[in-house]
């Protein structure tokens, strides 16, 4: 097939469509915007992130103390907060995870001195690492501490209660801790003790995190019986309160099936408890195909191959079919779709060895290829903005795929805190269909040959302007797209790329810029508004363009 017989098939494509797969070697590629074709506004809270006292994400990572030589604000790290203030103010979850299973919110209030020193749900995972608040948690980081951090980054606080441990009761009062005016009740004058007389406001609540494993290893059944007990009555105090259940293990659509079929047992109305459905999917499985052990499977953060580079990247794409796939059931039972998929964790996750502190477990680098699977996934995002309502990268620093890293006073953003800045116009646009033709990029798995698309994105529209984000997964090659505008004209365009020429690429406190974004760009557009593009091999690419 010529370049002019494959760009004529590929304009009847549907979103992220490509053809049969062939040599790895990027191809022209077609790219249509169906201006005229909305799906749904694109919530900001898709750009959430995840704040669990594991290893160094709190202590060393967002919690530094009043009396750090370290910038801080309030004992919270300032760097933190100023690169927050420059993405989408999407929510933050805490306190897990299953850190949240194990968590007594009341160890993390009053007076910070008379607070209780607790095991840690991680320590015995960590019995190599030293000894600090990492493994003994002195409860310094509580709700106060943690709202105040949430807004102090501009964004809104999700708190994720433990229901393996604690009754509902404690719930309940969690919430009254939080929300309930001020001086009105004892729990109000605790949090005041705190450093908080005023409401904090909550919206969002978790009732409960992966109850089918560490949560309390409950079958869909048990669990639909404990959520509606738990929310059979809460105090809101004029807050429309969010309650999001603790949705399947990957792909386990029976476990949403059977939830949705228990909760409405006694009657459909008990779909108006429920907000969100939580999905967590990780990256983990480097092995192409040789294993499905979690630990096996899981590669290196920095030394793999171009091989392994796109199994990751294939797995990220996993994403499209867990959320159609869960929707698809949910709607059998919730047949307005009035509850809404909130992927809450969700990210690579690497084998251990590449963390930049003893002290952080679970930590590691993160490279380019971090950088590519996050742009698939918030593209992802994107085109089902009617489906996920929220999402939380798992986790915010020093933890799995990390927006920064830091080590005492030192500092760095990774490449994917550079995708979330360059993703941030799409946050509250409109979402638009979009039409993406080219040769799908085959690999070599160890028993068969593994394909990915050669070329992702999502499109969003505000105010006469469109938002074009475009991922080339090609470690290699450069990929020529033709864009056109379907309902609209191309005025003019801009863009910005984040690409690496070494696949294994990553910024270090010694080069922090090592992967930074390039400086932004006039694109040449033509007459008709359709125009050519040069994307980079393994990049992330914006394109800024306005509606003549």
């Not at 001020?182 to 005041?192: K, P």
């Not at 646009?429 to 068969?448: H, K, L, M, S, W």
């Amino acid at each position: 097939m010529d370049r002019r017989d494959f760009l004529r098939t590929t304009m009847l494509a549907g979103a992220a469509m490509t053809l049969a797969p062939r040599a790895t070697s990027a191809a022209d590629a077609r790219v249509d915007v169906l201006l005229d074709e909305p799906i749904a506004r694109i919530d900001p809270n898709v750009y959430g992130h995840f704040v669990e006292h594991l290893g160094g994400v709190v202590y060393d990572g967002i919690w530094v103390g009043e009396g750090s030589r370290i910038p801080n604000t309030g004992g919270i790290r300032q760097a933190i907060v100023d690169h927050m203030r420059r993405l989408p103010k999407g929510v933050l979850r805490w306190p897990g995870g299953c850190f949240a299973d194990s968590y007594d919110w009341r160890d993390g209030v009053g007076p910070r001195e008379s607070r209780p020193r607790r095991t840690n749900f991680w320590s015995d995972e960590m019995p190599a690492r030293p000894d600090g608040p990492w493994k003994y948690d002195p409860n310094h980081f509580g709700t106060n501490e943690f709202v105040r951090f949430a807004r102090l980054c501009g964004g809104e606080p999700y708190l994720a209660a433990n229901l393996r441990s604690l009754p509902a009761r404690d719930f309940y009062q969690w919430v009254e801790y939080a929300n309930s005016p001020a001086g009105s009740t004892t729990l109000a004058e605790l949090r005041a003790r705190g450093g908080s007389p005023e409401p904090l406001g909550v919206r969002f609540w978790g009732v409960g995190n992966e109850t089918w494993g560490c949560g309390g290893n409950l079958t869909a059944d048990e669990y639909a019986v404990e959520y509606r007990k738990f929310t059979a009555w809460l105090p809101k105090y004029g807050v429309p309160l969010s309650f999001i259940g603790s949705g399947p293990n990957g792909n386990d659509l029976s476990w949403t099936r059977r939830f949705f079929t228990t909760l409405t047992a006694k009657g459909e109305g008990a779909l108006n408890s429920i907000w969100g459905w939580a999905l967590h999917h990780y990256t983990w499985n480097a092995s192409r195909g040789a294993t499905t052990d979690w630990d096996k499977g899981k590669g290196d953060a920095l030394a793999y191959t171009t091989d392994e580079w796109y199994e990751l990247l294939h797995q990220a794409s996993l994403m499209e079919t867990l959320i159609t796939g869960h929707w698809a059931v949910m709607g059998e039972i919730d047949r307005r779709h009035r509850v809404k998929i909130v992927v809450d964790e969700w990210g690579t996750w690497h084998k251990p060895g590449t963390e930049i502190h003893p002290s952080h477990h679970l930590g590691q680098q993160s490279t380019i290829r971090d950088a590519l699977v996050a742009g698939l996934t918030l593209d992802t995002f994107h085109r089902h903005a009617d489906k996920v309502a929220m999402a939380n990268i798992a986790q915010l620093v020093n933890c799995l795929q990390s927006l920064f890293l830091t080590d005492g006073d030192r500092f760095l953003v990774t490449p994917t805190y550079h995708v979330f800045a360059l993703y941030a116009p799409h946050a509250g646009g409109e979402a638009v269909r979009t039409q993406i033709g080219a040769p799908d990029v085959g690999y070599q798995r160890v028993n068969d040959r593994g394909e990915v698309a050669g070329l992702s994105g999502s499109t969003s529209v505000r105010d006469r302007t469109v938002t074009l984000t475009l991922v080339n997964p090609h470690a290699t090659d450069a990929t020529d797209a033709t864009i056109t505008l379907r309902g609209g004209r191309a005025a003019s365009a801009r863009a910005v790329t984040l690409a690496a020429s070494d696949i294994h690429a990553h910024n270090t406190f010694d080069r922090p810029a090592a992967v930074a974004p390039s400086a932004e760009s006039a694109v040449q557009v033509g007459s008709g508004g359709t125009f050519t593009h040069r994307l980079p091999a393994s990049s992330v690419t914006r394109l800024t363009v306005a509606l003549g």
